[in-house]
C-alpha cells in the first residue's frame, strides 16, 4: 500500500476566479481540506513554506489547528527553508505541534528554493559564516535541529532555578520522542540524495530536480532514489527510511475537469534554468481514469516510493480540491495497487 497525501502551495490573491482572496482563507480552507482529505482516507496534508509571498509560511500554528481537528492523517511540510531558521525554538515548536498531533508530524527541511526577495534570510538575523554560503548555513541549522531532537541534555541549570530541575543538564521541552526519525529533506539532485541518507533523515522529492542527464525525469528521480536506499544501507541507521514523490495529478471525470485541466493531456518533461544551472521538470497527468493509470504505471519514481504527494490547486477551493483527491482514491490508486 502506497501512502497517498496532498501538497498545497497555500496561494492567495484577489482574482475573482480564486476561492482564496486573503491569508485568512487560505489557512481555515487548508485546515479544512485536510479533515475532508482524513475522511476520504488520504493519509497525509503537507504544505509548502515561502516567505515574502502571498503563500504559506510559519507553518507550525497551522500544522499544530489541522492536529487538534483530525486524529489519523499525517501532517507534514514540503519544505521549511532552513536558511531562515532558529533550531533551537524550532524544536520547541516541532515538539509541541507533534504532541497536539498524538505524533503524526512528518516534517520536511531543506535549502529551500528561489527566494521572493534577495537573500531573505538576512531579514531574519542569519547569515552564512565566513567561507560559507547560504546552502552551508541551511545544513549546519538542520544539524543543530537534528542533534536538539536527539533530546539529550546540553543546557547547565541554574544553582537557583525558578522551578525545581530534574538532576543533570536540561533539554528543550517540551521534547516528543521519535519525532526525529520523521524529519524528511528536500533533495534536488542525486548527490544531495545521498548526503540525505548520511545524515539519517527520510527522503522528500519533488517535481523538478536542479539537474539533468537527458533522461526522463521519472528515470532520473527513480535513479536519486536509489542511490539515497543504497547509501542509508551502507550507513547503517537503526530505523527504515521513507521516500516521497510529488505529482501534479488530474483525472478528469466531469465537465468542470475538462474545463480546469483538459489541454494538460499532453504535457512532457520540461528543461529549464535554476539558480544558474540546468533543471528538470516533471510533467503535468491529466485525463480519463483508464489513461492515468495506464500512464502512471511507467513511472518508475513512483513505484520506487512509497509515498505520493498530490499537488492541488488550492485557489479553487477545499469543494474542488476534496473532488480531485477522491477521484485519485476512487478511480486511478486501487487500479495501480496503492489500495
Known sequence: MKKIGFLSFGHWSDSPHSQTRSAADVLHQSIDLAVAAEELGADGAYYRVHHFANQLASPFPLLAAVGAKTSRIEIGTG???????????????????????????????????????????????????????????????????????????????????????????????????????????????????????????????????????????HELQAEQIERFRKTWSDAGHPFEPRVSVSRSIFPIVNETDRMYFGREGGSGDQVGYLDGGKARFGKTYAGTPDRLIEQLAQDEAIAAADTLLLTVPNQLGVDYNAHLLESILTHVAPELGWR
Open 79 to 217: 519544505v521549511i527553508d532552513m536558511r531562515y531558521e532558529n533550531p533551537f525554538y524550532m524544536v520547541e515548536d516541532a515538539g509541541s505541534t507533534d504532541l497536539i498531533a498524538g505524533g503524526r508530524l512528518q516534517l520536511g527541511v531543506s535549502r529551500g528554493s528561489p527566494e521572493q526577495v534577495i537573500e531573505g534570510y538576512r531579514y531574519f538575523g542569519y547569515a552564512p559564516a565566513e567561507g560559507k554560503d547560504h546552502g552551508d548555513m541551511a545544513r549546519d541549522h538542520t544539524r543543530i535541529f537534528l542533534d536538539l531532537l536527539e533530546g539529550k541534555g546540553f543546557a547547565q541549570p541554574n544553582p537557583s532555578p525558578m522551578f525545581p530541575n530534574p538532576p543533570g543538564l536540561l533539554r528543550l521541552e517540551p521534547h516528543s520522542e521519535g519525532l526525529r526519525q520523521r524529519i524528511w529533506w528536500g533533495a534536488g539532485t542525486r548527490a544531495t540524495a545521498e548526503w540525505t541518507a548520511q545524515q539519517g533523515m527520510n527522503l522528500m522529492s519533488s517535481t523538478l530536480l536542479s539537474e539533468d542527464t537527458g533522461v526522463p525525469f
